[in-house]
């Protein structure tokens, strides 16, 4: 996996409501080339891997409820920087401190139903990427 990669997932709160085309818009002004995309459904089990992390928080049983309940829109975008500025745009975990302007702030409503994903290292960008694509669905 290149380093100039991140992997993003639009969480089902996004996708709910309606927010997908103005979360794309952010993502594509702010320079990002979209290199993989496509409408999935985690599972329970994915969910509880995917945030293996967490498994032993007060709100991990939540955050699975919350990502398992409906579609997501997984994808990997590329940019410069691209770890980094991504977590730049969609702003901190919780909206209420997310800056303004960033895609948390606009789009977000609460800590766990937060829009939006972004790989916090270029090992979990290829590691989450490797989860949802094969190579032949990347351009
Ligand atoms: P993400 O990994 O989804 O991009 P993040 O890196 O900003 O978010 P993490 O610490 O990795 O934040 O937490 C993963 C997800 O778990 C968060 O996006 C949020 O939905 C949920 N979460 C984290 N901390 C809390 C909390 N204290 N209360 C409720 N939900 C939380
Ligand atoms: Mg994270």
């Known amino acids: 996996m290149r380093t100039n ?3 993003t ?3 089902p709160d996004a996708l709910e409501k309606g927010m997908i085309g103005g979360i794309l818009e952010k993502i594509n002004s702010a320079g990002f080339r979209i290199v993989g995309m496509k409408l ?3 599972s329970q089990k994915d969910a509880e891997s995917f945030y293996a ?3 032993n928080r007060p709100f991990f049983e939540g955050l699975v409820a919350f990502m398992t309940r409906g ?3 997984a994808a990997v975008l590329e940019k ?3 770890i980094e500025d991504f977590r730049a ?3 901190a975990t919780n909206p209420v401190e997310a800056a303004e302007g960033t895609i948390r702030k606009l789009f977000a409503s609460s800590m766990t139903e937060n829009a939006v994903h972004g790989s916090d290292s ?3 960008a290829a590691i989450e990427t490797a989860f949802h694509f094969s190579e032949r669905e990347l351009f």
């Open 9 to 11: 997932m639009l969480k």
């Open 122 to 124: 270029d090992a979990n």
């Open 71 to 73: 579609p997501i829109v």
């Open 80 to 82: 410069e920087n691209a």
């Open 5 to 7: 990669r991140t992997f």
């Open 40 to 42: 999935t459904q985690m």
């Open 53 to 55: 992390v967490h498994s």
């Open 89 to 91: 745009l969609i702003g």
